[in-house]
Structure formats: C-alpha cells, structure tokens
C-alpha cells in the first residue's frame, strides 16, 4: 500500500470537516483541493542537536491529525522536510571539529529513531535540504525574474552568492500573522538593501568548509532556511495545496516569509494553516537554546512509549503542553522521571504530582 493512500472509503463525516485556521483565526468549512485527496506540509527539524519531548509533541500532533485524515478515507501525500544545514549545524559541529553533513546526519537518525519508538508514521516523503538545491535555485531565479529578490554583487561585477527576498516589492507582506516589523534590523551588511528583506541564499563566511555551498547563478552559496520549505511543497505538492502546519513560533517570520515568497513567485501555496502550541517548562517554551529540553530516551526509559505517547497527544494542539501537566500524566501511570539537567524528582514532589 502507497503511504499516501487510505485503506478506507470516504466516511460521511469526511464531507464536513471544519478546521481551525491560524491564518484567519476562525474555524472553517474544509474542502480538499481535490476530492478525496489532502495535500500536507509541515515543517520538520534542523538536525543540529538531539531531540526533546517538544519536538516530538509537534510529530505526534501532526501524526494524529494525518492518521485522521487517512481513517475517513483521504488519500494523503504528507511531506515533512529535514533541514541539514545552517548556521547552527555548522558551528556546532566546527566546535566538535566534525564534518557539518556527518554532525546533521547522526541527530537526523536520532529523530527517526525517537519517531519510531513513539510510533509516528513516517512521512509520504522526507526530503532534505541539501537534496533540494536544484529546486531552491529555481524558485530564487522565478522570484529574480518577477522583480522580487535580488543578487548582491561584488566589486568587480561578479555575484556574491547573497540573495535577498525584497519584501518592499511585495505589499502582502505579512498576510498571515499582520506582523510586518519583527524581521527589522539595522544590520545591513552582506549587501541587503532594506533592513526588512530576508537571505535566500547566504555567501560562504570565512570559516565555512568548502563543501557547506554549492555553485549557483548567484555566486557560491548555501540556502536560506524560509526559502527551503516553499521549494519543497512546491516541488512535492504542486502551486496549491491544502494544509501547512508547524509550531506557532514558527508564525513568524518563518511562514510569513514562506508565504511571501511563494505567493511573489505565483503560487497559491497553503489553503489553511495549523500552528499547535509547544511544550513549556516554567512558562518557557521548551527548546535546545534555552537548555531545558527532556529527552525522550530519558522518559521512556522507565515507563510505555504509548504512555508518553498519550502525554503528548492528549491536550488540544492549540493549548500549551505544560512539562508540570505533561509530569502529572505520566505520574498517573506511575512514572517518574530521572534527574536530568533541567527536570528531576524534585520538581515531582516540589508541585505534589
């Protein structure tokens, strides 16, 4: 059976679904582009560290909804994408004194195998970044082409390898989070000509290696990361597809940027928008910067995937997983977690779980 296709017919319930879109903050009749079909995109990770139960609510989340779609009948072409490379991936690993694809490769594995061991289907397809050059370097020419991005030249009249999104050139700019000013920087280096306008390809940095750019029309370069995931729904997609989802600091500028420049390039891009809320710690969002993220590994070490799994997945995709109500579920089934950098037995026993 082809992983986009459903084993069911079309449920009478599958005629009226109503969805939440995050883009008009209103929940709506959904009519698949084409009948019988969903098309879904969401953003997967940036493979520059291990990954946390936050990440894998936003895989459990979107797993439910695809196996959703799949029961009432749909057939559903899932891409979930991998970016590879950026600036965090190369710099951790240049402190690791590793190769940049090596360091991605191994915690994309890690990834896959916390997706397993919570039993999250795998994607229709997966694709990577580093897979999708030709693509990104189309879609950057379609938008040079339209008078929506530019190259930065050097001095001697050959191309820099930055190119910029000009989003002056594009009034919609901010259509879906009416957010226009949170990308403004006063840095306007690397040739970017308003503080507004976001890379789509950046120039190798001195201490970049050689093989973290490739040769394109723009100069040697590595892509962006908003230019990413609209070259790959468009390329597995098609212009128009139904549902783009993600995690809501993923709003912005992230899908504001993704929209802007699909829509500049004549795509019709997503029809709805899901962006599930994230997993917190102490009101924080649960994340690798701020050091607070709890592995899986370190959570199912001592009790069922499934239990976790349940944790996860049970609140509502737009409500916060709070780690103090997430302790509270697991405690239920009598687990406790063990010590960890940022989560241990005390904070059990601190909120009388």
């Known amino acids: 059976m082809s992983l986009s296709s459903s084993r069911f017919p079309l449920t009478q319930a599958a005629s009226h679904l109503r969805l939440y879109n995050s883009a008009t903050a209103h929940i709506e009749d959904f009519t698949p582009l084409?009948?019988?079909?969903?098309?879904?995109?969401?953003?997967?990770?940036?493979?520059?560290?291990?990954?946390?139960?936050?990440?894998?609510?936003?895989?459990?989340?979107?797993?439910?909804?695809?196996?959703?779609?799949?029961?009432?009948?749909?057939?559903?072409?899932?891409?979930?994408?991998v970016t590879d490379i950026d600036d965090k991936i190369l710099n951790k690993s240049r402190e690791a004194h590793e190769d940049w694809w090596a360091w991605a490769y191994h915690y994309e594995l890690e990834f896959a195998n916390d997706y397993r061991l919570l039993n999250v289907l795998p994607p229709t397809y997966e694709p990577r970044a580093t897979g999708t050059i030709g693509a990104m370097i189309d879609l950057?020419?379609?938008?040079?082409?339209?008078?929506?991005?530019?190259?930065?030249?050097?001095?001697?009249?050959s191309?820099?390898?930055?190119?910029?999104?000009?989003?002056?050139?594009?009034?919609?700019?901010?259509?879906?989070?009416?957010?226009?000013?949170?990308?403004?920087?006063?840095?306007?280096?690397?040739?970017?000509?308003?503080?507004?306008?976001?890379?789509?390809?950046?120039?190798?940095?001195?201490?970049d290696p050689l093989t973290a750019h490739w040769n394109t029309p723009f100069g040697a370069a590595r892509p962006g990361w908003h230019l990413e995931c609209s070259a790959i729904s468009h390329r597995y997609l098609g212009d128009d597809f139904d549902i783009h989802g993600g995690g809501l600091d993923l709003r912005f500028p992230h899908h504001e940027n993704e929209l802007a420049q699909s829509h500049a390039a004549g795509y019709g891009f997503a029809h709805l928008w899901m962006h599930l809320a994230w997993v917190t710690q102490k009101g924080e969002k649960m994340s690798k910067s701020l050091g607070n993220g709890l592995s899986v590994?370190?959570?199912?070490?001592?009790?069922?995937?499934?239990?976790?799994?349940?944790?996860?997945?049970?609140?509502?995709?737009?409500?916060?997983?709070?780690?103090?109500?997430?302790?509270?579920?697991?405690?239920?089934?009598?687990?406790?977690?063990?010590?960890?950098?940022?989560?241990?037995?005390n904070i059990i026993s601190r909120f009388q779980l």
């Open 140 to 157: 950057t020419q379609r938008l040079i082409d339209r008078g929506h991005a530019y190259v930065v030249m050097n001095e001697d009249g």
């Open 159 to 207: 191309p820099s390898g930055n190119v910029f999104f000009d989003v002056d050139s594009w009034p919609e700019y901010g259509a879906l989070t009416h957010q226009q000013e949170g990308t403004i920087s006063d840095n306007l280096t690397d040739g970017k000509r308003h503080p507004r306008d976001f890379a789509l390809w950046k120039a190798p940095k001195p201490n």
């Open 297 to 345: 590994e370190h959570v199912v070490d001592s009790s069922s995937a499934w239990i976790v799994r349940y944790a996860l997945g049970s609140a509502h995709y737009l409500c916060l997983n709070g780690m103090i109500t997430f302790l509270m579920k697991l405690k239920k089934f009598g687990i406790v977690c063990k010590n960890s950098s940022n989560l241990s037995n």
């Open 34 to 81: 084409r009948e019988g079909h969903i098309g879904m995109y969401v953003c997967g990770p940036t493979v520059q560290s291990a990954p946390h139960i936050g990440h894998m609510r936003a895989a459990i989340v979107f797993d439910i909804v695809r196996r959703w779609f799949d029961r009432l009948g749909f057939s559903v072409t899932y891409i979930r994408n």
